[in-house]
Nanobody, 120 residues
């Protein structure tokens, strides 16, 4: 099965940018629907952005126009470019791989360990 390792989180000021990376090993990301979720304490994990099996992308309404999800098959890596960051974007961000869909947490088969993004 695939293993996922995120990086790129950190602290940034409002209006700033970060790029998250998720390096996959053990399998190729092209076989999966890939996506990003985020979670804040005492709240359910929520979908942020994803790439479905047909290559289409989806975004949560709160990040449309600010975040861009992409993947590089040669590097077996998923990315999340986050621009115009807002206080509400503060969360732990998780990379996810799923066989059938990647919009909801219950669809996910494999999770990364998470990376903290703090906007202040």
């Amino acid at each position: 099965h695939v293993q996922l390792v995120e990086s790129g989180g950190g602290s940034v000021q409002v209006g700033g940018s970060l790029r998250l990376s998720c390096v996959a090993s053990g399998d190729t990301i092209g076989r999966y629907c890939m996506g990003w979720f985020r979670q804040i304490p005492d709240k359910e994990r929520q979908g942020v952005a994803g790439i479905e099996s047909d290559g289409s992308t989806s975004y949560a309404d709160s990040v449309k126009g600010r975040f861009t999800v992409s993947q590089d098959g040669a590097k077996n890596t998923l990315y999340l470019q986050m621009n115009s960051l807002e206080l509400e974007d503060t969360a732990v961000y998780y990379c996810a791989a799923a066989w059938r869909g990647v919009r909801l947490p219950y669809e996910v088969n494999y999770w990364g360990q998470g990376t903290q993004v703090t906007v202040s």
